[in-house]
């Protein structure tokens, strides 16, 4: 029979964030537009009112794709999904893992106990906004009758509900002739089941659905879950698909004590390659990362910092080149972000100027603060939506004498080269609109740079992206898989970079028992440097030589410079360098890297400087 909408959902998918819901219902809404036109597929992960959800939800969407955390409150509050006759079809959990890392496993068991409900005919009539409280705490001041039905009633409950004229309606619909019911007494113990419970009952049950669960680690918590979801009962079979090995097999019963195996073995492998000096070659083959991937690590202190990631993004705008640099915390990305588009960009002139002023005063026996706080900045004062970045501002006006020149010049940067910022406190809408900007400007060959947080390492598809840049190295080595996987996708080529202070540089043995070092490579940081200086002829003929010394020494002085002239950007600077004490703060608790990423061992004042700010850690 032919799928309608009106069926309901045939296909249910649950992913772990917004911004892979809406790519996920994307591809599928392009696949349905030109092979199968009368399905309908749709998309709810909160950012917009309830009403308007629960309205698409009744009108039906044959393949709809959410976020669990909507998904369940649709299911406790509006009643509003619809499933066709023959019950949900096919079950899919992408990113597996990262949803059990979320803590969405509870929610994730409370959704598929309401879906089997729903195909065994029954519902569940309570309404959470009138006896639990948002947390799912009890109410017991409203410990009144017909507050609660559960599904295990049977069909006699479900008749007196048919019979209500109110389905929504309060508890009178349980008496069945509208008059209101007895008071009863409130529960001991809270009302909201526990997880346990919630599994207890499920391994009793039968899923009729097929379930599909993509996973790029087997954890624990994954294990779990299929316990109740790939469990074979009734004659069904369980396949277990090896991506990296190509190969398919049928999981014996009971499959948690495979998936359990799996997991333990990982956990082992991690524990051995610690303490042994060759490492597990079972865990370098699940942490290994795709051959054409170029992956390097470049030695930089605090010091050099921005100067280094000014002189990276600035190599890359010239290449006309896309990339995507994670950072520890969002006030980090959001500083680095407005430096970047506020600032107007440095000029050939202005970095000769600030070189030959910096030597004269280092000649003339580098005189105090004082003398220095008095100087006029030779930065402009930042222009809030200038439309462009610190590297090339294509509304500043050009002198009369260079236009002619930039206009002859085939290698002038780009005016479409963009510098776009993506975490988890911005609104949905705004991130939205920021992955659009970036692929636009990637699609229109101008390059772009998205500073993000690790909440674009996992499920977001950025095409023909060249560069991975991991600022600030991340505690658990999967994550750094995942970071780097954004890059060379689908077989096509990618390079991906990590930077590391001299103190982080044991991190390396750490990556190289874990089995992903990739056959790492350090990268020359000087070569960096002093290909950025080239873009200044004047700076390098005055520089001696010494180019990558004179071009980070203007940069990290134009920065300062700006920082100290725009009050907004000091306060966003000293909101990015305690966010990042606390992060660094919390990767020394990991037993991996406790000794690593040491916070006594981090110079605080090369760290503020790494920001552009001239005080010192007391006084930020």
């Not at 998309?43 to 998904?71: D, H, M, W, Y």
């Not at 588009?341 to 030597?359: F, Q």
């Not at 499920?459 to 999967?478: C, F, K, M, R």
């Not at 966003?572 to 061992?601: D, H, P």
Request: glycine fraction near 8%; aromatic fraction near 6%; proline fraction near 5%.
């Amino acid at each position: 029979r032919r799928v309608s909408r009106s069926d309901g959902t045939h296909v249910l998918v649950l992913a772990p964030t917004r911004e892979l819901v809406t790519q996920i219902a994307e591809v599928a809404t392009h696949l349905c537009r030109h092979a199968c036109v009368h399905v309908v597929p749709g998309a709810i992960s909160g950012g917009e009112k309830r009403k308007a959800e629960k309205a698409r939800l009744r009108k039906g969407i044959n393949v709809l794709v959410a976020t669990p955390g909507r998904l369940l409150d649709h299911l406790e509050n509006t009643r509003s999904l619809r499933l066709p006759p023959g019950g949900l079809q096919a079950l899919i959990l992408d990113e597996a893992d990262r949803l059990c890392d979320m803590g969405f496993e509870k929610q994730i068991l409370k959704i598929v106990k309401h879906l089997m409900d729903m195909h065994e005919g029954k519902r569940r009539r309570f309404k959470k906004s009138q006896y639990f409280g948002k947390n799912g705490e009890y109410k017991q001041d409203n410990a009144v009758g017909g507050g609660e039905q559960q599904g295990e009633e049977g069909a006699e409950g479900d008749a007196a509900a048919a019979a209500s004229k109110d389905q929504d309606g309060a508890g009178a619909e349980d008496a069945g002739e509208g008059k209101p019911p007895a008071p009863r007494a409130a529960p001991a113990a809270s009302a909201e089941p526990t997880e346990d419970e919630l599994l207890e009952e499920l391994l009793n049950s039968f899923t009729p659905w097929q379930t599909v669960m993509c996973s790029a680690t087997v954890t624990p918590s994954v294990a779990n879950l299929t316990k109740v979801l790939l469990a074979k009962r009734g004659g069904q079979s369980h396949v277990f698909l090896d991506v990296f090995n190509k190969n398919a097999q049928e999981v014996p019963d009971p499959v948690e004590d495979f998936y359990a195996n799996i997991g333990r073995a990982e956990q082992f492998a991690r524990a051995e390659a610690a303490e042994s000096e060759g490492g597990d070659g079972r865990r370098q083959q699940a942490l290994n990362l795709p051959s054409q991937l170029s992956f390097n690590w470049l030695p930089v202190t605090q010091k050099l910092r921005l100067a280094t990631m000014c002189a990276f993004f600035q190599n890359l705008q010239a290449k006309r080149e896309s990339c995507v640099a994670f950072m520890s915390t969002c006030e980090q990305v959001d500083f680095y972000w407005a430096l970047f588009n506020m600032v107007a960009p440095m000029d050939d002139a202005e970095a000769a100027k600030l070189w030959k002023n910096g030597s004269q005063r280092q000649a003339q026996g580098q005189r105090g603060d004082d003398d220095n706080s008095q100087q006029q900045p030779l930065v402009d004062m930042p222009k809030p939506n200038a439309g462009g970045c610190i590297f090339w501002n294509p509304q500043r006006p050009k002198r009369s004498a260079d236009a002619e020149d930039d206009a002859a010049n085939p290698e002038a940067p780009p005016a479409g080269f963009r510098v776009l910022r993506l975490h988890g406190n911005m609104k949905h809408a705004d991130r939205q609109k920021v992955l659009k900007a970036f692929r636009e400007s990637v699609n229109g060959g101008h390059g772009a740079v998205l500073l993000a947080t690790d909440v674009a390492a996992r499920g977001i598809d950025l095409p023909d992206l060249q560069w991975s840049l991991q600022i600030d190295a991340p505690t658990e080595t999967v994550d750094l898989v995942h970071r780097a996987g954004r890059t060379a996708r689908a077989g096509g080529s990618g390079s991906a970079l990590l930077f590391l202070s001299p103190q982080e540089e044991e991190y390396l043995e750490v990556l190289r028992k874990e089995g992903v070092n990739c056959g790492m490579q350090k990268a020359d940081l000087k070569e960096v440097l002093e290909l950025a200086g080239k873009r200044y002829p004047k700076l390098m003929g005055l520089s001696g030589g010494r180019v990558d010394e004179a071009y980070s020494w203007c940069v990290q002085k134009y920065c300062e410079d700006a920082v100290a002239a725009h009050s907004r950007l000091k306060v966003l600077a000293r909101a990015a360098f305690q966010s990042y004490l606390r992060a660094y703060g919390c990767k020394s608790n990991k037993y991996v890297s406790r000794n690593i990423f040491n916070l006594r061992r981090l110079h605080l004042g090369h760290v503020a400087r790494g920001l552009g700010l001239r005080e010192g850690p007391k006084a930020v």
